[in-house]
Nanobody, 123 residues
Framework: QVQLVESGGGLVQAGGSLRLSCAAS????????MAWFREAPEKEREFVAG????????GYADSVKGRFTISRDNANHTLYLQMNGLRPEDTGTYYC????????????????WGQGTQVTVSS
């Protein structure tokens, strides 16, 4: 069983930065690809960034390329998302996901989810 707990969300002004963390438990979690998704009110959950189990490759949504960086520390079972140059349209609940073998941009590709952390960007 894998459990995921996100932290690091908050309220920030446009142009600011936040770093999200996802603490993972479960001995097999380091073998999975992991990802961040976000969900804004009245919108579907969307892919933000993903990373292979060995951090050998990453993938990003076009809307965050050049601003967000995903990374992972397998020794400490932690996934990160560094978010710079935040915009009001980045507002939403951010979810950590695991359980895929590849970087899947569909939520259906992941077996395990955290409870989410809220990010609000004011203009």
């Amino acid at each position: 069983q894998v459990q995921l707990v996100e932290s690091g969300g908050g309220l920030v002004q446009a142009g600011g930065s936040l770093r999200l963390s996802c603490a993972a438990s479960g001995r097999t979690v380091t073998t999975y690809s992991m990802a961040w998704f976000r969900e804004a009110p009245e919108k579907e959950r969307e892919f933000v960034a993903g990373i292979r189990w060995n951090a050998g490759s990453t993938g990003y949504a076009d809307s965050v390329k050049g601003r967000f960086t995903i990374s992972r520390d397998n020794a400490n079972h932690t996934l990160y998302l560094q978010m710079n140059g935040l915009r009001p349209e980045d507002t939403g609940t951010y979810y950590c996901a695991a359980g895929s073998w590849v970087i899947d941009e569909s939520p259906a590709g992941y077996r395990y989810w955290g409870q989410g952390t809220q990010v609000t960007v004011s203009s």
